[in-house]
Nanobody
Framework: QVQLVESGGGLVQPGGSLRLSCAAS????????MGWYRQAPGKLREVVASITSGGSTGYVDSVKGRFTISRDNAKKTLYLQMNSLKPEDTAVYHC?????????WGRGTQVAVSS
């Protein structure tokens, strides 16, 4: 089973930036469409960004123009560059395959946006 380890979260002021990383344990990572999921307290988990094995990307409307997803298949790593962060971006962020999250879920990384 592919293991995933997310990192890069933290506390940031509104308008700030963070770059999340997701390291996969196996090269099967490169064959799969991947996404960044987030779950805020009391809310359902949602996919905010996705990228196919070939590099085509998609975003939920709430993050379009602010977040950029990318991947380095040689490094087995997924990234999420988050700019112009808002308090409503506060959540635990996970990575996994899309649409079904078939890899083993990591612990996630906490993002908190607050002044």
């Amino acid at each position: 089973q592919v293991q995933l380890v997310e990192s890069g979260g933290g506390l940031v002021q509104p308008g700030g930036s963070l770059r999340l990383s997701c390291a996969a344990s196996e090269s099967r990572f490169s064959l799969n469409a991947m996404g960044w999921y987030r779950q805020a307290p009391g809310k359902l988990r949602e996919v905010v960004a996705s990228i196919t094995s070939g590099g085509s990307t998609g975003y939920v409307d709430s993050v379009k123009g602010r977040f950029t997803i990318s991947r380095d298949n040689a490094k087995k790593t997924l990234y999420l560059q988050m700019n112009s962060l808002k308090p409503e971006d506060t959540a635990v962020y996970h990575c996994n395959t899309v649409p079904n999250g078939v890899f083993s879920w990591g612990r996630g990384t906490q993002v908190a946006v607050s002044s």
